[in-house]
């Protein structure tokens, strides 16, 4: 196999460029207003359904979603199981060497002597540090980006890119996060992951008969 980048980013287009536009998006906000006028402005836009919805949103970009995720995929293909965990696995340690190396407060403790003012949703274990950038928001990316590479209709990079972003937003929604962290925790997931697919893709193994197996067809070996 001789994958390259611009191989991959062709396969992800209808997730990368709608991406790009996003992030530029992203990154004009960042420089027009504070952190404390986007996060009050994400924060004062609250609703009962939202409260109900935005943690299960968030969960989507956990631990336990990639091991579930992975345990389907080795039903079917060890190779994608394989690329899906140890991709998040790399993306989640880049995104934890940044998060200690900035330390950053989380809103919470950012905003200690206003809390009076902030949303806060019930039943939710608020956090206090290291907070930039997003881990949830780093492993939604990761994911989306992967399957949308996987799909073999491209299109539904369209809805994976939303379901990431829903991630990203639900982490600011729920005051565990800032726009910048989740900003830059997309930008860190899909930047990591195309360099990683780029790697582990030319890898022969990965496309050897044996490792397109899965638990359902173990037979066929």
Not at 60 to 77: E, P, Y
Not at 142 to 160: E, R
Not at 169 to 180: A, I, P, Q
Request: include cysteine; proline fraction near 3%.
């Amino acid at each position: 196999m001789n994958i390259s980048i611009k191989d991959v980013l062709y396969k992800i287009r209808f997730f990368f460029i709608p991406f790009l536009i996003v992030l530029c998006a992203c990154l004009a906000i960042k420089l027009t207003f504070s952190r404390e006028e986007i996060y009050f402005a994400v924060n004062s836009h609250n609703y009962p359904w939202a409260d109900a919805i935005a943690p299960y949103l968030t969960d989507l970009g956990n631990f336990w979603t990639v091991v579930v995720l992975t345990l389907i995929l080795s039903l079917f293909n060890y190779s994608k199981a394989f690329l899906l965990v140890l991709i998040n696995a790399l993306t989640a340690l880049t995104a934890q060497v940044i998060k200690h190396i900035f330390d950053a407060p989380r809103p919470t403790l950012y905003f200690q002597d206003q809390l009076s003012r902030i949303h806060l949703v019930a039943g939710v274990d608020m956090l206090k540090l290291h907070s930039f950038p997003s881990g949830h928001t780093v492993s939604a990316f990761t994911t989306a980006l992967l399957f949308t590479y996987w799909c073999k209709n491209k299109i539904y990079g369209l809805p994976l890119l939303l379901i990431a972003m829903l991630v990203g937003y639900s982490r600011m929604y729920l005051s565990e996060h800032f726009f910048e962290d989740v900003t830059a925790g997309s930008a860190i997931g899909v930047i990591t992951t195309v360099f990683l697919i780029v790697w582990l893709d030319n890898k022969k193994f990965i496309h050897s008969e044996k490792w397109n197996r899965g638990l359902l067809n173990l037979k066929k070996a």
